[in-house]
């Protein structure tokens, strides 16, 4: 009965809770044009997308741009397949299955937008919007237990909004400050669950409360004739979730089972990121190369932390990560072809946040990625009118590991953990993009 009731309750909760990922432009980029050179920042200032990177860049330009994109992301990691998937910490028998690796594809869009303010030197307004192709989020929590490519499942799908002031003090010299949108939610479960027998169906309300909370953004730019440095600071953002589940399921008679719990979740986190760039413009060649350091040493798992008040038992939480500060590095190549015609590629590192060999206790797996970029860009003037299309492919190689699980179960007794005796971690992940750049 007892677990029935924890299915009623993480049923009810299955609406409001995500996964804790951080975001689709810090993946894959904020556009195709900055996706094709390793997702950094590209050499043209009147580029909206780039605001992403160091809206200051965007403080050197007088022109009113926009830039519209189309993204899609397609997952084909390892099979995990042969392992244990239940044993005495979850179920009341051991038994051998698989893991889901088939994360499917996904579709994404992203509007950005530079507003100059008609007054002289008063500098520009940017705005970088992205979003899942049809709705505004999707709801996952993945599996508790087993393997879980823990920063892929489903990481980019929710809508995202920055908006910055960029300044520029000198010809030379700019300032941009900004914030960007994540929340906090706070949700309120009552149930009754009517088993078989009962002469009278389940029941349940539930109400949610979902308030804003605003992260700094910050940057600065410097440019000589062909060079141009940029520092910028994203600030870390928890989006929590907090709910009351209270309830009871009816045993027979006048008897019932109470459950009155709290649940916690981060449904949403984006690391603090510390961001250098430099920039090489030339008449046929350029090269971009950027440095992000990326803070993860809050970083906690989306699981869900079930807290007990009555009859229902907390969480088993068996999974304690570690997670270390990370350096990306990014390098990127422009080369013009002709006045219309631009061919663009890049590489870029991620080592993974989380240490160890993933071979205690916990579902959360990850490995570094070395990420490569290419694409073609045409140049035109329509009606008066500024245009590039662009088109960028990324594919992002997973470094291959082999993960052995240590002896006992989970909660120390003698079996094999979940996931025993091991798998190999690894794969592939694809995107394909293509965007316009209009300026006025």
Request: proline share 5%; glycine share 8%.
């Amino acid at each position: 009965m007892q677990d029935f009731a924890k299915l009623i309750v993480l049923t009810c909760l299955s609406f409001f809770l995500q996964n804790a990922w951080a975001s689709f432009p810090e993946f894959f980029g904020a556009s195709p044009s900055t996706s094709v050179i390793g997702s950094q920042a590209n050499i043209d200032y009147s580029d909206p997308a780039n605001a992403y990177y160091a809206g200051a860049l965007t403080a050197f330009s007088d022109k009113l741009a926009l830039n519209v994109s189309y993204d899609y992301v397609n997952h084909d990691f390892y099979p995990i397949d042969n392992i244990i998937v239940k044993n005495n910490t979850n179920f009341s028998t051991t038994q051998s299955g698989s893991a889901v690796t088939d994360y499917g594809e996904f579709r994404h869009s992203g509007l950005h937008a530079v507003l100059p303010i008609r007054y002289p030197g008063a500098g520009n307004l940017v705005l970088n919007l992205f979003s899942p192709v049809g709705h505004f989020l999707e709801t996952n929590t993945g599996h508790p237990t087993l393997p879980e490519y823990v920063f892929y499942h489903a990481r980019y799908k929710r809508t995202e909004a920055f908006l910055q002031y960029a300044h520029p003090f000198t010809t030379n010299f700019s300032l941009s400050l900004g914030a960007y949108v994540g929340f906090q939610v706070r949700a309120d479960v009552n149930t009754q669950a009517s088993i078989s027998g009962t002469t009278y169906g389940s029941s349940a309300a539930a109400k949610a409360k979902v308030a804003p909370s605003l992260a700094g953004l910050m940057s600065m730019a410097f440019k000589l004739d062909n060079w141009t440095s940029y520092l910028a600071y994203k600030q870390e953002m928890k989006s929590n979730l907090d709910a009351n589940v209270v309830g009871d399921a009816p045993l027979g008679g006048t008897s019932s089972l109470p459950f009155d719990i709290g649940i916690a979740s981060l449904p949403y986190y984006d690391p603090a990121i510390l961001r250098f760039g430099i920039q090489r413009r030339g008449d046929r060649i350029s090269m971009m190369g950027l440095l992000e350091y990326q803070m993860w040493e809050n970083y906690q798992t989306p699981v869900v932390i079930i807290t007990q008040r009555a009859s229902v038992l907390s969480s088993d939480n068996y999974e304690k990560i570690q997670t270390k500060n990370i350096l990306v590095p990014k390098v990127g190549f422009q080369w013009n072809m002709s006045d219309s015609l631009s061919f663009f590629t890049g590489i870029s590192h991620r080592p993974t946040p989380l240490k160890g060999d993933f071979s205690g206790s916990g579902n959360s797996v990850d490995t570094d990625s070395t990420i490569l970029c290419a694409g073609p860009k045409w140049s035109t003037q329509m009606f008066g009118l500024l245009m590039d299309i662009t088109g960028a492919f990324q594919w992002h190689q997973l470094e291959d590991r082999t993960v052995v699980k240590s002896a006992n179960q989970e909660n120390g007794s003698g079996g094999s953990k979940i996931g025993a005796p091991g798998y190999k971690v690894g794969g592939d992940v694809y995107m394909a993009s293509i965007g316009l750049k209009v300026a006025f």
